[in-house]
């Protein structure tokens, strides 16, 4: 079974800073998603970015970019010129590629983001 | 547009009650999730429905029945809860029941069950 990996619990980061949230996964599978998830407060699950395990090419979305290291089983989110409204939890998230019918997205238990003015 | 909408934002139930909370995608999505979240925790699949079929039932115990009555609507009864059902209760969709897809999230029902 597949399992993510997100190994800070909690992070901070001044406004206008750069700051980046780490996630690993394991998988014996060569096709699959990944996906950043932000949660703020009002508890709305929103999409921040996606990768196609196939690109070699790293997403980015805005301020939003990812550091996508496929053989070392990586996927960090990078969050440039920091923004108050970014504090939440963040979700890192893989999906199998299969199309068999079941396959969950599978989430780590969630980086807290904290942004200080 | 990718807007998954829920009602109610927020309910209150005793624990003899039956209530329905409502989702609603029209964006032509024909797969549907609902999820249960726990404070400072991840979601947790419970449902999926595909073209309207139930695929996925993650062994989620009977006082919680899923409906999809068309392609845009999904719905979770409640009936008998406990009160540690209360949480988040979150309702996707995407465009098909595959990895490639993305799930777009609603705003979720906050339960609390009395």
């Known amino acids: 079974a597949q399992t993510v990996t997100q190994s800070q619990p909690e992070m901070s980061v001044q406004e206008a800073e750069t700051v980046t949230l780490s996630c690993t996964y394991d998988?014996?599978?060569?096709?699959?998603?990944l996906f950043w998830y932000k949660q703020p407060p009002s508890r709305q699950m929103i999409l921040v970015i996606r990768?196609?395990?196939?690109?070699?090419q790293n997403a980015t979305e805005n301020r939003f970019s990812v550091n996508f290291q496929k053989a070392a089983k990586s996927f960090s989110l990078k969050i440039s010129d920091s923004q108050l409204g970014d504090a939440a939890m963040y979700f890192c998230?893989?999906?199998?590629?299969?199309?068999?019918?079941?396959?969950?997205?599978?989430f780590g238990k969630g980086t807290r983001l904290s942004v200080i003015a | 547009d990718t807007e998954v909408t829920q009602t109610p934002k927020h309910l209150v139930m005793g624990m003899t009650n039956k209530k329905s909370l409502k989702c609603e995608q029209h964006?032509?999505?024909?797969?549907m999730y609902w999820y249960k979240q726990k404070a400072k925790k991840p979601p947790e699949l419970m449902f999926v429905?595909?073209?309207?079929?139930?695929?996925i039932n993650e062994s989620v115990p009977s006082r919680f029945s899923p409906e999809c009555p068309n392609s845009s609507l999904l719905n979770l009864h409640l009936h008998a809860l406990q009160p540690e059902d209360s949480a988040l209760y979150l309702c996707?969709?995407?465009?098909?029941?595959?990895?490639?897809?993305?799930?777009?999230f609603g705003p979720g029902t906050r339960l609390t069950v009395l």
């Open positions: 429905y595909s073209y309207e079929k139930l695929s």
């Open positions: 998988t014996s599978e060569s096709d699959y998603y």
């Open positions: 998230a893989y999906r199998s590629g299969l199309n068999s019918g079941n396959t969950p997205l599978v």
């Open positions: 964006m032509g999505h024909r797969a």
């Open positions: 996707a969709s995407s465009l098909r029941q595959t990895g490639e897809d993305t799930q777009y």
């Open positions: 990768q196609e395990a196939y690109k070699q």
